[in-house]
């Protein structure tokens, strides 16, 4: 038996909310065959897959970043902050490390191969994108009763047209990312 991790993002694109990293290690032979990219799952079939990677798993790692190091650090940076927390979590471990895209943090150069379209190609990826969304979604659900009116409970922040009128007719909240450029003509109109 082989064990691999793979680490995945959620929320890159949002106006609103951090980003959400996991980092998943578990078994090639882990037996699950539903796993996909997360964004080409129902939340259903998500919600169904999160008990069955959690029994499949070996260890399970989040890392976010907050709004205000997205602002700070740019979504590139902050991203890779949130990745390095997640590995970070699982301990000292010398597996072999797959993230999704074209990009590795600079602290694990040398431990880990990006591999673009990983979250459908590699289990532990996939794994990691859908407990990645899973949460982030359950947090955006969270934040619009907080903050209601903005519709985060259908868009989970992300640019929609619903979102862009209730920012213009709301104003911007602390969950919003000043840096975007939505957010960013909003504040300098006001």
């Avoid at 979604?137 to 209601?148: G, N, Q, R």
Wanted: hydrophobic share 45%.
């Amino acid at each position: 038996m082989s064990l691999i991790i793979g680490v995945d993002e959620v929320g890159r694109g949002p106006l609103a909310g951090p980003v959400v990293t996991c980092a998943v290690m578990w078994p090639d032979d882990h037996g699950i065959n539903q796993l996909a990219d997360s964004k080409k799952l129902s939340p259903k079939k998500r919600e169904a897959l999160v008990p069955l990677i959690y029994e499949k798993a070996l260890k399970i790692s989040y890392g976010r970043a907050e709004v205000e190091e997205i602002d700070a650090l740019n979504i590139l940076r902050a991203t890779m902050l949130a990745m390095e927390r997640a590995v970070d979590g699982l301990g000292d471990l010398d597996e072999k490390i797959q993230i999704d895209g074209n990009r590795i943090p600079d602290s694990l150069k040398g431990r880990a191969e990006a591999v673009i379209g990983g979250d459908g190609l590699v289990s532990a990826i996939s794994a990691a994108s859908i407990l990645a969304k899973v949460t982030r979604d359950k947090e955006m659900v969270a934040l619009s009763e907080i903050y209601p009116g903005y519709g985060l409970e259908a868009h989970a922040g992300y640019p929609t047209k619903l979102h862009i009128e209730a920012l213009q007719l709301l104003g911007v909240t602390p969950i919003h990312r000043r840096s975007f450029g939505p957010v960013r003509r909003i504040l300098e109109m006001a």
